[in-house]
């Protein structure tokens, strides 16, 4: 019996239906980052297999996935949902011994949110219309809608499965056909979809999935790739710029989301017990691994002291450790490099600010890529920490005095992805939210999602947004026809 990816833990290439070593014979190593023992091997792409992947996703085009009617288009995208809710377990232990996330956050919430983006969008199909304008009763214009054709989505290594299959339900809900590239540090979760694509029915050569790496490698092979007519990313920004030079050379299509350093404004009238425990999670929920967290927490004077006190001692009594824990909050980063690049941060917060509290690997965890929950007090607003995205369990605590300070304070960076904002005065909410220059506020709360909103950034934290009505935009083409009646 042919052993699956969550037995073996051995990520293979998938091209037109077959599961496939690299034609090269090149392999890399897998780390647990909460071990750092190796995990296992990693087919890495060449160009000749990257150029198969498309070849065959160009030929699926053509092929019955092109000629399924619309409701078996819908019934095939949710039948990859149930089979992701059906071999839950396997996913969410694949991603935490990839990521290092605590498996409860993988089996509550990630996994079963993947399985809905694919419920979602087959189901966002059914009122997919067009338009259709008439100016007198001699002419008629109306719109079709069509695949864009081959995308490639290129996803970073946070939140896997539910970046990865926010993109691939959409694209493969309007027809298209997709070679994903997923980060070379996460590939586990995109083999074992790949199974279920499989296992689901898909036609072969509709969905691929080639690893490797960016510059030089999987990544940059897709991206630059004549045959693929549109790249959606996640992940940095300076990735993002190199994407698009690359893409340029052949015009494609290009959806961006990229970085974030998302301010948290907490006014004085807010409800301090909600906003603290929403500011644990918006602060440290996946180590802070998230492009949406709210990294810094701008406090009104009032209640600067008051909320500080609580913050720390509700971060001293977050868990640090073993992801399968289920008391564990935060486990390790990602991986070593990543470990170092963050703790360049700390220091340089050493040296401008005060560490209240964390700024270390916690004690008694000698293997695995920790970090303490880390604040950090009396930074300077042009210090790094404060201008560049950190990408782990490190926030910045400032005090303001008015609204129109902290509304230019929080706009005086080159991000525009998120923010959040507690207070009770519903007029100051909608005010401050309405000067924010990002693509999404959360008012009272944080990453509540209602997958038909526009979801993206502006300034350098993305190009475009995504899900509901502007994810079809994005993954269809129009063609306008006229006629004279
Ligand atoms: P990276 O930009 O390093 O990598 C993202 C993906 O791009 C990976 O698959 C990577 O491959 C690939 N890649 C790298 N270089 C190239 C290249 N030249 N051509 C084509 N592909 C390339 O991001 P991270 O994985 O480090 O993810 C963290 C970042 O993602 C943070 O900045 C975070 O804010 C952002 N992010 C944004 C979100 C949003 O919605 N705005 C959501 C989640 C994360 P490889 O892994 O091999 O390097």
């Avoid at 949110?113 to 969008?121: E, L, M, T, W």
């Avoid at 340029?248 to 004085?268: C, Q, T, V, Y």
């Avoid at 450790?321 to 289920?326: L, Q, R, T």
């Avoid at 300070?405 to 207070?423: F, Q």
């Amino acid at each position: 019996m042919v052993q699956t990816v969550a037995q073996t833990h051995h990520a293979r290439l998938f091209i037109d239906g077959a599961f496939v070593e690299s034609s090269a014979g090149k392999r890399f190593v897998n780390i647990n980052p909460a071990t750092e023992e190796e995990l296992g091997w990693v087919e890495e792409a060449t160009k000749e297999d990257v150029d198969r992947a498309v070849q065959a996703a160009r030929r699926a085009l053509q092929g019955p996935w092109g000629r399924l009617s619309i409701p078996e288009r819908i019934r095939l995208v949710r039948r990859i949902g149930d089979l992701i809710l059906e071999r839950r377990e396997e996913f969410a232990r694949l991603e935490t011994l990839d990521t290092g996330k605590p498996y409860w956050v993988a089996y509550e919430h990630e996994i079963p949110r993947a399985a809905y983006n694919f419920h979602f969008f087959a189901d966002y199909l059914h009122s997919v219309g067009t338009e259709a304008y008439q100016l007198d009763a001699g002419q008629l214009h109306y719109a079709i809608r069509r695949p864009v054709g081959v995308v490639g989505l290129i996803t970073p290594w946070n939140l896997p499965m539910v970046l990865l299959t926010w993109k691939m339900a959409p694209a493969l809900a309007m027809g298209n056909t997709v070679v994903v590239k997923p980060a070379e540090l996460t590939p586990l979760s995109a083999t074992l979809l790949a199974e279920v694509i499989k296992e689901a029915g898909i036609p072969d050569g509709v969905v691929n999935v080639v690893h490797g790496f960016g510059p030089n490698s999987a990544g940059a092979f897709l991206v630059e790739h004549p045959g693929v007519n549109a790249i959606s990313f996640t992940g940095e920004t300076t990735t993002g710029k190199t994407i698009m030079a690359n893409a340029s050379r052949n015009l494609k299509r290009l959806s961006f989301e990229l970085g974030g350093k998302n301010p948290n404004i907490i006014f004085a009238d807010a409800d301090l017990d909600e906003a603290i425990d929403m500011t644990l999670r918006s602060s440290f929920h996946n180590q802070g691994e998230v492009c949406l967290c709210g990294s810094r927490i701008y406090v009104e004077r009032p209640v600067y002291e008051e909320f500080l006190d609580r913050f720390v001692k509700r971060t001293k009594e977050l868990v640090v450790g073993d992801p399968f824990d289920p008391k564990t909050f935060v486990g390790p980063l990602i991986s070593r490099e990543h470990l170092e690049r963050v703790m360049g941060y700390v220091e340089i917060a050493r040296n401008e600010g005060r560490i209240l509290i964390g700024g270390k690997q916690p004690e008694g965890l000698t293997r695995g890529y920790y970090l303490e929950p880390t604040i950090v007090v009396d930074m300077p607003d042009t210090c790094r920490v404060m201008k560049e995205e950190v990408f782990g369990p490190v926030v910045t605590v400032s005090p303001f005095d008015t609204e129109e300070e902290v509304i230019a304070r929080a706009n005086d960076t080159e991000y525009g992805l998120s923010a959040t904002v507690w207070t009770t005065n519903l007029k100051r909410a909608h005010r401050v939210a309405h000067q924010l220059e990002v693509g999404m506020v959360w008012i009272n709360t944080w990453f509540l999602r209602d997958l038909r909103t526009p979801f993206g950034g502006m300034k350098q934290s993305g190009i475009g947004r995504e899900g509901g009505m502007h994810s079809v935009e994005f993954y269809s083409e129009l063609t306008n026809i006229t006629v004279k009646l």
